[in-house]
């Protein structure tokens, strides 16, 4: 599919996803302005009509809206009807993302301040707190769409559980920055919970407002199941060799920030005990600097990590792509649905 | 009303909603076993048999679920059928408590550590998050309970509004100590919603899933908005004079915390501008001492805050009174929910 052709369709599911949820930012009666600023401000919203580009960029990609819609298209015909969902799962990530950037004090989010940086942690907590409240709202408004209201309450407690193995898996990642020992195995049960959920509650609930064919939604949800893993794993190699292949600037981030990430925890599975040894003294200190940095990356190279890594999200793609084909759609929407499933694992940024 | 008929009658919806409480947690297949130790801890899950007076204690009065099985009992003869909505609302006010205490630098809640004292800010953050999702899930069993799709969905909005009605109070809350020009009406503004909101709630949920008569689920609603509100301000008078007249203590800690609470409000807008310059130069300070306590007590006494402060509380309260009237109904639990109402106000600790 030429990349036209896929703006073509997507764009417009996108920008209908943005006015579902500023519909509903509208109807709210403001009590906290500044709750209704901060809300603006993660969004784009707060941006004039003049920066549109800028606001779409600010907006963010907006990956599992956009899936769940493409769900519903290729399903039942219209992704219209699930457009409060998709609002409700997007402004449920985001959510996330305002209390993570707590956690991990990241200073910036789609190059604004993050919202913590600017009003403070307190503020950031509550308007998280609000947005996810929100959401909950959102949902809600199926019922406007004609969706039935058992299936209203279906798909509330699909994203209900997908938010909650989320904060399961951000409890596991930061249990596991203070342990030596974790293993590949369960990094990827944390990634499955922490970051494969919502993807996974995108598909489903876009095919479980779309049909009653049980076999179908369980095939979109296994589909998006092992499509987050393999985008999370391929994610954490592009942290480490992504942008010095592509780009030709140094070592990245996730080594330099000590991120125990997959190829890394790899490497403290497979190195022989003397590599080993120095991964643990190097992980032990308080920061990388470049030599260490290339040391880490000489053992990552000794003992296969890239390859190990790929051979993964290929592994979970594939996975991915044969629940796809189980769910026996084949159409326009569906194409789409294949060609985001590669583009999110074939990207090399 | 007797004390004794009141526990007999109250005790065992209090344990019915515990139980509730247990079983959706006992449901769920912990990802993250951290994630359940301490939402164990913060409802008193984790002490033994033996020490169930304890876990009581811990557990909380749980006076907004009681409220919402109050109130389906008084008006649909059972109060069974939405203990699933109580279990959400007692989940969702906990994770409001367990987010508080952070934002708050609160060390102990219900004699136990805090949550985020023990576990680290990041973590409380999580299984603030993690325990709002679960109310989310709570609240579909109703479904369970025989409640038709339509009302589950009316009941889970409003949950959902009164939650994020909860952040805004919050947000202005915080706003609010940074500001000198804060009026008694703001106050009452912010307090509505930061505290009155779960308790609305509480009331309407328990009328609109026993009845679909309109007024009586508005009165009931009317009633749970005026008292939310008589009982914090009655809080706010015990808080200044409430353990100084009951026990004999010295000046109580909402004036050495420099609390803005309502009859400090009423102070700075009643005072003359001697004393309002005093107000403003004392609550300019880091920390107020016992001098310092005692001139703003005089301050109080002089533009006879309690007063007003009490003059406030009873008039909620008889509109709340007014608005139980209304409903029409009369029976046992209803008597109950008065009993419930004049102790919240009455009370003098």
Known sequence: MAPSAYDAITAPIVAAIDAEMRAIRAEQQPVAPLLWAIVD???GWDLPAEAADEARRVGGKKIRPLLMALVAQAVGGDYRPALPAAAALEMLHNFTLIHDDVMDRSVERRH???VWMRWGTAQAINVGDGLYALSNIAITRLLRSGVPAHKVVRAAEALSQACLWTCEGQVLDIEFEAREDVTP???LTMIAHKSGTLIEAAARIGALLSTDDEAVIAAYTE?????GVAFQVRDDALGIWGQETLTGKSATNDLRDKKKSYPVLVAFARAAPHDRATLRALYAREALD????AAVLDILARVDAADETDRVAQTHYERALAALDRTGIRNEA????HHLAQ????RTY
């Open 112 to 114: 604004r301040p993050a």
């Open 343 to 346: 583009f999110l694992i074939r």
């Open 185 to 187: 195995g369960e990094y």
């Open 290 to 293: 470049d030599a260490a940095i």
């Open 223 to 227: 589909f998006a199941r092992s499509l």
């Open 41 to 43: 401000h993660q969004f």
């Open 334 to 337: 569906q194409d789409i649905i």
